[in-house]
């Protein structure tokens, strides 16, 4: 499963995923640019095995509205990438009272993989991948976890984004 495979290196990940013969989950915000993406890989690989799946990360429902289907119809996953990221100069809250940038590229990502780990673990050799370009200067990250369900209080504060890019992977138990 990929997050923001709409485009990017998230659409080239599905491809490559794709031309291995995986079954490739993309997760994408906007259905028109999800049922676009579908239609690239399956220009270049027909036999391809894709599916869509919508989700907005700023979003904590949609975040468990799209786990809740998820596992409706998965018993496993051996490939969560989380790639997806929204770069935002300006300062914006989201509806759930988080920065927009950090719920997006920090906390749904968190939140997606604590409530996939199960699936996770359903496999042998499961591999989490997450992409970053870089973290904040005075990063400080509140969160209350209790499961379940997963409950994160909005005291997530980021100064402004550092302008020297560095590559910090971040890890889930
Ligand atoms: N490109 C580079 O040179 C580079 C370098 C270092 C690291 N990276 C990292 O690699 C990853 C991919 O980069 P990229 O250049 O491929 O980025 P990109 O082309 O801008 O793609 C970002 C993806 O994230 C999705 N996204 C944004 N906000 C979302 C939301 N709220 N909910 C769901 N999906 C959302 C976008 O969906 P929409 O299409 O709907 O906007 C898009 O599919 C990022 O994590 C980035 O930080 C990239």
Redesign the pocket.
């Known amino acids: 499963m990929i997050?923001?495979?709409?485009?990017?290196?998230?659409l080239a990940t599905a491809r490559q995923f794709a031309k291995l013969g995986l079954n490739v989950t993309l997760?994408?915000?906007?259905p028109v640019?999800g049922e676009n993406a579908v239609t690239q890989v399956r220009q270049d690989i027909p036999n391809a095995s894709l599916e869509l799946m919508i989700?907005?990360?700023?979003s904590t429902e949609s975040v468990r509205s799209f786990v809740r289907k998820f596992r409706e119809s998965h018993s496993q996953l051996d490939i969560l990438f989380n790639?997806?990221?929204?770069i935002k100069q300006r300062h914006s809250v989201t509806q759930d009272g988080f920065e927009t940038w950090s719920q997006?590229n920090y906390l749904?990502p968190f939140m997606i993989t604590t409530s996939l780990l199960d699936l996770l673990r359903n496999t042998s050799s499961a591999r989490i991948i997450n992409?970053?370009?870089c973290l904040p200067t005075n990063f400080v990250l509140t969160l209350k976890i209790s499961n379940p369900p997963i409950t994160i209080v909005p005291s997530l504060h980021s100064s402004e984004r550092s302008s020297a890019f560095s590559y910090s992977p971040l890890r889930f138990q």
Request: proline share 0%.
């Open positions: 997050t923001g495979a709409s485009s990017g290196l998230g997760l994408c915000r906007d640019k989700c907005d990360l700023a790639n997806a990221t929204v997006t749904a992409i970053a370009v």
